[in-house]
């Protein structure tokens, strides 16, 4: 039997520490090493707590206890009636481990289940104090922010790449309380009612029968509804182009979607859209790329931003608004503010820059952080307030009581990761998981039991300062006397010109995926009425995206169900020109056995100095030639880099490939991993280079060293410096079909 003390008996093999190495310094382009050391307690302020109140529940090489504290000798055995005989019922340790083991799991979220989020900071300019006083926005003024990033559609454990609207939500923990903008990277949604919510998931989530697809709308019951509820057109056509598939959450945009009223310090209100720029642009995997990592790492967004945070690559945003005068219409150039499936272009609303956000610090558990957190609409601070959209209306209702049923109860604030940053003194009492010990006799108002308090800040008069005076106080915006209803604005009724807007606002490339997107998604559909009735609802769109569709589906292109609308695009909406910064995008190096330090090292801190991360990929693990090898032709896959120099062709390597394989491989003059890398990265217009020594993988895959984005020279260092300059505009456009037809 083994002794639990066994590590304080003298001769006794000492324990091993876990075989990991310091966490990488920033910019070390070795991937993250776990971190093995005790989890950080941290106050609702998010301060780490030091010494015994810090670590007393890390582990740590202290004494295991039980959740109360008792020290304990053995925590893997339970207590039995003999080494063979049947476990005791008074076995408290055993009870106590599983017990709370099988209560680990709580409900995921009904919506955005899966998500990766992380820590910093908001800094206002300074620019918003004429229309909003919320202090937050004032110039210099930093706000701890936590950001979490999520798919709508997927379980918790689903693929990160699927194709899906992202959700963006940031709290931020102001001094005037938490204010949670919760947004998506789409500025549209599919209805313009939230009574159509339950409606629009149920048909987008697995089919009720036999729970699948996972995470996917090509499916009957999602195209079902979208076809039948025209409404959701626009926000469709999103999704099915490229920014329905991110290449990262650092290079999404985001947007509060809804229209908004902010009040500055004179009382005036006016109405905005929230945007999130993103520093690095707005940037797409290609289909096959998303398809491909769904498998090949299903964590590749959550992996890409903790990587990125810990390589010092801090992701940053500039939130900036649109502002529209607060009318009795609550329109801007005809479009209906309040209604949620509508955009208004930038061109006629120009997004105004008022502060920007940088995320500098990964979660240190993810269940305490990430999973835990609870956003709300409600959840507004003095100088923020929601408009009638009916959209966030529901939402005011619903992300509250959701916590109830997810996080157990009325005291979810309470949560480390949701205590608000400013002082609470509510008047909120008991329930599940209480925290708080309140003093005091009278949590009612007016009291006279607990000395009044406490005060409201109405007639406190001159004794409060003028940040004391900053109450949250309703807008008192007008609302048109009516009868009560269940009916839409007429407005509303328009469900497709700006589906055509966005679609005319698309380059030809773009414009391609989204044809190929559409043919795909419906080509998944069994039943035939779903996709003659979608067709027609693209007919609407755009004849041509109507024609290209029903071509590839073998289907006859119908006529529109309305008269196609007289609409211009938008440019801005256009992911495609531009150059952006390359902060953390990855470099592939292929080297083989015989390739020298001289030849890797110099580009390796080249690609260090640009911000970019290295990772040298070689025929097998370890160092070549001292040089650290990040991936394997094994465990290295083109989709995770940006591009790819080649310092070397290697050979192949009969015994990694299988017995099967080794004629093959004896015959062939390129290692097939290798040449499968080219071709991929090619086919994904990614930036390739090769010096003379790895040109040999360029003839094998079949690209032409003279092709777009390729480039060749004599040694590496020539080599990326020419590629250096392809990465900012992040592919190599040229080489889509649609480009060069
Ligand atoms: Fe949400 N949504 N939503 N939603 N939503 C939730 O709240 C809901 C909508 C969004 O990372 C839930 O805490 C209704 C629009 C994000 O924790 C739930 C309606 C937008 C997140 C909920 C909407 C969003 C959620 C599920 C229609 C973009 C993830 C768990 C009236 C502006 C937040 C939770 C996180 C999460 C309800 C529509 C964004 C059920 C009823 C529009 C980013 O309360």
Same mark, same amino acid.
């Given at each position: 039997m083994s002794d639990p003390t066994r590590d304080q008996i003298p001769g006794a093999p000492a324990p091993q520490p876990p075989s990991v190495e310091e966490p990488g310094t920033p910019h070390d382009p070795l991937p993250p090493k776990p971190d093995h050391g005790a989890p950080e307690l941290r106050t609702a302020t998010g301060e780490a707590l030091e010494g015994e109140e810090g670590t007393a529940r890390g582990q740590q090489g202290r004494w295991l206890t039980t959740a109360t504290g008792v020290k304990l000798r053995d925590t893997d055995h339970s207590l039995k009636a003999g080494p063979r005989g049947p476990t005791l019922l008074q076995d408290h340790h055993?009870?106590?481990?599983?017990?709370?083991?099988?209560?680990? !799991?709580?409900?995921?979220?009904?919506?955005?289940?899966?998500?990766?989020?992380?820590?910093?900071?908001?800094? $206002?300019?300074?620019?918003?104090?004429?229309?909003?006083?919320? $202090?937050?926005?004032?110039? $210099?003024? @930093?706000?701890?922010?936590?950001?979490?990033f999520s798919t709508v559609l997927g379980s918790r454990g689903s693929a990160d790449t699927v194709r899906d609207t992202r959700g963006f939500a940031t709290k931020f923990y102001t001094d005037e309380g938490t204010w949670d903008l919760v947004g998506n990277n789409m500025p549209v949604f599919f209805i313009q009612d939230g009574i159509k919510f339950p409606d629009i998931i149920h048909a987008g989530k697995p089919h009720p029968d036999r729970e699948i697809p996972q995470a996917q709308s090509a499916h009957d019951t999602f195209w079902d509804f979208v076809s039948l509820h025209t409404e959701a057109q626009h926000h469709t056509i999103w999704n099915m182009s490229d920014r329905g598939i991110p290449r990262s959450y650092r290079m999404m945009e985001g947007f509060g979607v809804h229209t908004f009223r902010v009040v500055n310090a004179e009382g005036a209100t006016s109405l905005v859209k929230f945007h999130w720029k993103p520093k690095l642009g707005v940037h797409s995997l290609t289909w096959e790329e998303a398809q491909m990592l769904g498998g090949l790492d299903p964590d590749f967004h959550r992996r890409d931003l903790a990587d990125a945070i810990e390589a010092g690559a801090f992701p940053e945003w500039e939130l900036g608004v649109q502002v529209f005068p607060d009318t009795d219409d609550q329109t801007f150039h005809g479009i209906d503010l309040l209604d949620p499936t509508k955009l208004v272009p930038e061109e006629i609303a120009p997004v105004q820059p008022i502060g920007k956000m940088v995320l500098d610090?990964?979660?240190?558990?993810?269940?305490?952080?990430?999973?835990?957190?609870?956003?709300?609409?409600?959840?507004?601070?003095?100088?923020?307030?929601?408009?009638?959209?009916?959209?966030?209306? #529901?939402?005011?209702?619903?992300?509250?009581?959701?916590?109830?049923?997810?996080?157990?109860?009325?005291?979810?604030?309470?949560?480390?990761?949701? @205590?608000?940053?400013?002082?609470?003194?509510?008047?909120?009492?008991? $329930?599940?998981?209480?925290?708080?010990?309140h003093p005091g006799v009278a949590p009612y108002r007016p009291n006279s039991l607990d000395g009044g308090c406490p005060f409201s800040l109405e007639n406190q008069g001159e004794d409060l300062s003028d940040e004391q005076k900053r109450a949250f106080v309703d807008a008192a915006a007008s609302i048109e006397a009516s009868r009560k209803v269940r009916a839409n604005p007429a407005s509303y009724d328009d469900h497709f010109s700006q589906a055509r807007l966005f679609w005319l606002s698309l380059s030809p490339v773009e414009k391609e995926h989204v044809v190929r997107a559409y043919t795909f998604e419906l080509g998944k559909c069994y039943e035939q009425a779903i996709k003659e009735r979608q067709l027609v609802a693209l007919a609407s769109i755009d004849a041509d995206l109507c024609e290209q569709v029903a071509t590839g589906l073998g289907l006859p292109a119908p006529d529109p169900s309305v008269a196609v609308a007289d609409v211009e695009g938008s440019p801005a909406l256009s992911q495609l020109g531009g150059t952006w910064p390359v902060d953390g995008r990855i470099i592939g190096l292929v080297v083989d056995t015989t390739t020298s330090a001289a030849q890797v090292q110099p580009v390796r801190e080249a690609v260090l100095a640009a911000g970019m991360v290295p990772f040298v990929v070689g025929p097998r693990g370890g160092e070549i030639d001292g040089v650290p090898v990040q @991936?394997?032709?094994?465990?290295? !896959?083109?989709?995770?880099?940006? #591009?790819?120099?080649?310092?070397?062709?290697?050979?192949? +390597?009969?015994? +990694?490939?299988?017995?099967?394989?080794?004629?093959?491989?004896?015959? #062939?003059?390129?290692?097939?991993?290798? !040449?499968?890398?080219v071709e991929e990265c090619f086919r994904h217009s990614k930036a390739v280079g090769a010096t003379s020594a790895g040109q040999a993988v360029l003839e094998s895959a079949g690209v032409a060293a003279d092709a777009p984005g390729v480039v060749v020279a004599d040694d590496p260092e020539a080599a990326w410096e020419q590629l250096a300059e392809l990465l900012p505009a992040h592919r190599v456009w040229d080489r889509f079909p649609a480009a060069l037809a």
């Open positions: 055993l009870r106590e481990k599983i017990t709370h083991f099988d209560h680990e !799991r709580i409900p995921e979220r009904v919506v955005h289940a899966r998500g990766a989020a992380a820590h910093g900071y908001f800094e $206002g300019y300074g620019t918003a104090g004429e229309i909003c006083l919320a $202090g937050v926005f004032e110039e $210099g003024r @930093r706000t701890p922010t936590f950001v979490r610090r990964n979660p240190t558990n993810y269940f305490a952080e990430t999973e835990q957190v609870a956003f709300h609409t409600g959840h507004l601070v003095p100088g923020i307030d929601v408009t009638d959209d009916p959209l966030l209306q #529901a939402r005011n209702f619903s992300y509250l009581d959701t916590q109830l049923s997810r996080l157990g109860g009325p005291n979810f604030n309470q949560l480390p990761i949701n @205590r608000p940053h400013a002082p609470v003194n509510d008047m909120l009492r008991d $329930g599940m998981h209480q925290h708080a010990v @991936r394997t032709f094994a465990t290295g !896959r083109s989709v995770e880099l940006d #591009a790819v120099l080649l310092i070397a062709a290697p050979v192949p +390597a009969p015994d +990694a490939l299988g017995a099967r394989d080794e004629k093959a491989a004896g015959e #062939a003059a390129v290692d097939p991993r290798v !040449r499968l890398l």
